[in-house]
């Protein structure tokens, strides 16, 4: 709802036009065209309507048509394969009305590559390095297809291969760039994402409170929630970056007061077992998780940044109550009387990984995971996490959902968060965990 | 390339309308149009355009007219919501020339879910109960916002919520069974999904070779690629169901012939870590991973299946060298002499973690997942994979991409794809694995 406040009239329109009958049918998810408009907002612009259409020249032609004549910039993707279905640059040039002509340089890349690869260049591919006569080649070093750059008078229109990385190749390092050059007095756009983890939607928006009175005038706020957090967007628009910069400022300190201990850090990729990497890294201090509920996850998130084997030990995946004894240590007295999913058994994982794996911290999960499994005493999504962190050693325990994989990777989120919090010297926990001191 | 074949001219057309500025900046990907394009592909239309268009009257008005007087059905979704931006009914009672009603099973509805909650109703929750007089309510079990649909002389509109579990209800519960009583002679239309993984698409592309001459008439097949791997889709329409069949049944036996070594399951959502898990519940063995470059992602897979506590013994995540020698028995000077990315050391890993955690099957992963550490000799992307079946064992090896995440999981589906075909007995490994018997 806070969306609205974003646009304004006099803003420059952008549409979209996705081709391609596998996101008509439902096989692809059309993830280029949110991709594209993201690109666009950044870049000042309005983006005012997505068409996703059929491989069919008359479809093409006639949406082409229609947002050359609505839109000052119009983004295309798809129908630029070696295959018959691929039909975009004969359509093209009929609306530009001029040849397709052979480009050395693109047809040399081709080649190369061709070469590299040890296979024949075949007519399909030879075609491939036709292009309109009146187009700039935006050259593609991703693949094979190159991308094109039209303009008819003040319209302007840019055709890009539909294969994900090819297209945020082109959009970034070509299409972006002649955009700011073509239309410098847009007003500027800053947006800013903000990451959380372990708090849910409504906890968030109850720190955060009413933002209503800050919004308007080109500022947005919105959240985003996922699984694994929520994240904060802002977003500002000015005549120029200074005054886009100001309106964001301000925005920022409130959304700083009045949820900064929630938030893990900037950035809308950035992930929470990055941001503990490097405290780790910095601190000099080893991580190890032993997993029962997450199987593996937990692991996964740590292990999936770049440069992780310097912190991260590695872990224990003790799904059987043999390997929590047997391997980690856990009393199988405790596992009889309390249960695996307990914060004795929870702690003892803890300690247990970090003394097998001589680890600085040992961090544990155990819960019930679903859908099956639960009683009523312990539900499907109770989950107890344990936690050593040089001797020091406590438990929390939360219930989720009844949905197996999100508990997972809600649990992942809220472990990593707590061990942030803990290496920061923040206390308190996200909310909803009720902590357990042994 | 083979989707044209799946339309054809006399089917009955839909559009779908999206509406939301959120899908437009990009913050959210437009699933719910995918999902909506497989329910109408299924009962037998053609979606011929999705329109993604923001919250403003107009534009609702343009798109809504528009679609109605091209499309047999339209699907819209979006603008619902009890806040002031969500204004499609109000757009829709103006095409339809009708009022808003309150309709009071609606609202005795919306009354129960905020008792439950404990919440007061405001003046915008009691206007969620208000609709256009002329449609039928589509009642929403999931949420306050109720569903709609109308018809105009031949052309039916179906207005939900965007929500996409609220969505799914609704389609799958009132939208289709109301096609399918208004639409008695659609041509019936039946698709199938087949699952592969641990082969390229180009490998298995070749091992299919040309269908083209089985696809036309009314048969489709597509390879929508993953990380994880190739799912193939094949489908038919025809007159009914058995005509659909008939030419369903030649296509699949045409794909089994060609490919059916490779295939691991039907189903679009079938997971390999399912099928193995169910053989290896029936022969009633258990596994464990040793996880060095996939850092508990194959743990994962296989601890995602409900009740994999069964055959799923745990694992290590054996990050360090130190793990892998201290914890798993992996010789140290072979460590040393061989590097920890090895035939030897994956080999090592696997008959270490099946003897330590007492497993059947032991399956060990170990490479360069990058971005950095490759060398020319070993460069990133080279993975080696290590299994024990029961004493039996053996490695592979392969060189993948330079992206980390997706390393991780085409390793797993790797050593998945091993697994299953040893446990069948199928001899051969996927494509581009060199085997290294010890």
Known sequence: MFYKALFSLDMKKA????????????????????????????????????????????????????????????????????????????????IFKCRLVNKKVVLEHIRQIFKKRGFKLSQSNIEQAMVPEVCDVLFNKMGTAPGMWFHLENRYLAVLPGVPYEMEYLMEHEVVPRIRNTFPFLDACVTEYYKTAGIPESTLSDHIGNLDEFVNNGVGVAFLPAPSGVTIRISASGENNEVAEEKLKFIRQQLKERAGAYIFGKGKNLKLAEVIGRVLNERNLSIAVAESCTGGFL????????????????????????????????????LENFG??????AIQMAIGVASLLNADIGISTTGIAGPGGGTTEKPVGLVWMGFSFQGNTFALQTIFSNDRLINKERTAATVLECVRRQLIGLHGYPYELKPNYP
Chains 1, 2 share one sequence.
């Open 15 to 94: 549409h979209i036009i996705s081709i391609g009958n596998e996101l008509l049918i439902g096989d692809t998810i059309n993830t280029n065209a949110s991709k594209i408009g993201i690109y666009l907002t950044e870049t000042g612009f309005s983006v005012d309507r997505v068409f996703t259409i059929p491989d069919d020249p008359e479809a093409i032609h006639e949406h082409i048509s229609f947002s050359l004549s609505q839109a000052d910039l119009t983004i295309v993707t798809g129908g630029l394969g070696p295959t018959h279905d691929d039909v975009t640059k004969r359509v093209v040039s009929e």
């Open 299 to 334: 692991g996964n998130e740590l292990t999936n940044i770049p440069g992780s084997s310097v912190y991260m030990k590695g872990g224990v995946i003790a799904y059987s109550n043999d390997v929590k004894s047997g391997l980690l240590g856990v009393n199988k007295e405790d």
């Open 340 to 345: 695996a999913v307990s914060k004795q058994v």
